[in-house]
């Protein structure tokens, strides 16, 4: 595992917020009161670890951009293994590759909320597989071409293609920033609005109403192994997991109660299971966003 410099009270604390922005009607959206107490509490914790060893060489503006950056790319995996979860307990029919499937009921979820702050969660996580993307190059271990997910310049790509399909004046910058020709940013509609109506329909029909019993959705939160321990008290103490799980419970009607935790795993990873019927986020997972946005992120921070 790499050692890392990370603000992991500032990552944890941004991330509920994000949650709860994810799309309607799968995630409610909170009051301008809500978004002012979180974002008090960043500030907070930003002033609090100002002086930590773990920021040293970090200026308060490329700290706000790792924060941002691992937010954003937490949020797209979790809600990509929710787009796992919903397809298997469902019985969703796939035409395509089950990964991009998830991909888009990501995109589709954020893009649909259509706030500044899910437009900026999904365009960090188009930048994170940018970024992959160059440090695979660099360190020569890209995707296979059999790989069951896609490659990660294809899949920062279709994101980007799909926020560009969803308003192609309002992303244009991105548009331009990425180099996406104008023929295809021309044919992006056609995907985004495919991708959005076809998730939409799918999800209508699995809606709770209103005298229908919720599902038990457990949460739990592992130790820390090593040098994680930070990362999972802070995310036990804020109760990181519970607003998706209520969520869920609250407007989808599921077959059977599920799981849904942060673990130490030992590797980078986040996965839907379901034979353990558990949907699991690891802490490992955040370390390599936060040093990956330091590698390939941060010189490009002052630039923005």
């Known amino acids: 595992?790499?050692?890392?410099?990370?603000?992991?009270?500032?990552?944890?604390?941004?991330?509920?917020?994000?949650?709860?922005?994810?799309?309607?009607p799968l995630f409610a959206q909170p009051t301008a009161s809500d978004a002012e107490q979180v974002q008090a509490r960043i500030d907070a914790a930003a002033r609090a670890h100002a002086g930590d060893e773990r920021?040293?060489?970090?200026?308060?503006?490329?700290?706000?951009?790792?924060?941002?950056?691992?937010?954003?790319?937490?949020?797209?995996a979790l809600l990509h293994e929710m787009g796992h979860a919903i397809v298997g307990e469902m019985g969703l029919?796939?035409?395509?590759?089950?990964e991009d499937a998830a991909d888009s009921f990501a995109a589709t979820r954020l893009i649909g909320v259509g706030s500044g702050f899910s437009d900026r969660v999904l365009g960090e996580a188009a930048k994170g597989w940018f970024m992959t993307n160059r440090r695979d190059k660099k360190e020569g271990d890209s995707v296979p071409p059999y790989d069951a997910h896609g490659l990660d310049i294809v899949r920062a790509y279709q994101i980007v293609c799909f926020m560009v399909g969803s308003n192609e004046e309002k992303f244009k910058h991105l548009a331009d920033e990425?180099?996406?020709?104008?023929?295809?940013q021309d044919s992006c509609a056609v995907d985004?609005?495919?991708a959005a109506n076809s998730w939409g329909l799918a999800l209508n029909a699995h809606l709770r109403a209103p005298d229908q019993p919720k599902t038990k959705i457990d949460v739990i939160y592992g130790d820390g192994k090593d040098n994680l321990q930070d990362f999972a008290q802070a995310a036990r103490s804020i109760m990181l997991l519970e607003p998706v799980a209520q969520h869920a419970a609250d407007l989808f009607v599921w077959p059977a109660p599920f799981t849904m935790e942060m673990?130490?795993?030992?590797?980078i990873?986040?996965?839907?299971?379901?034979?353990?019927?558990?949907?699991?986020?690891?802490?490992?997972?955040?370390?390599?966003f936060a040093e990956l946005y330091r590698a390939y992120g941060v010189a490009r921070a002052d630039r923005r």
């Open 93 to 98: 029919y796939v035409l395509g590759k089950d």
């Open 178 to 184: 990425t180099k996406l020709p104008k023929d295809r």
């Open 192 to 194: 985004y609005n495919r």
């Open 263 to 267: 673990q130490s795993c030992g590797f």
């Open 269 to 288: 990873n986040a996965a839907w299971v379901a034979s353990t019927r558990k949907l699991t986020l690891c802490y490992e997972l955040a370390e390599d």
């Open 1 to 24: 595992m790499r050692n890392v410099i990370r603000p992991l009270m500032s990552i944890i604390l941004l991330l509920p917020f994000a949650l709860m922005f994810a799309t309607e």
């Open 55 to 76: 920021y040293k060489g970090l200026s308060p503006k490329e700290r706000q951009g790792l924060v941002e950056f691992v937010a954003g790319n937490m949020l797209f």
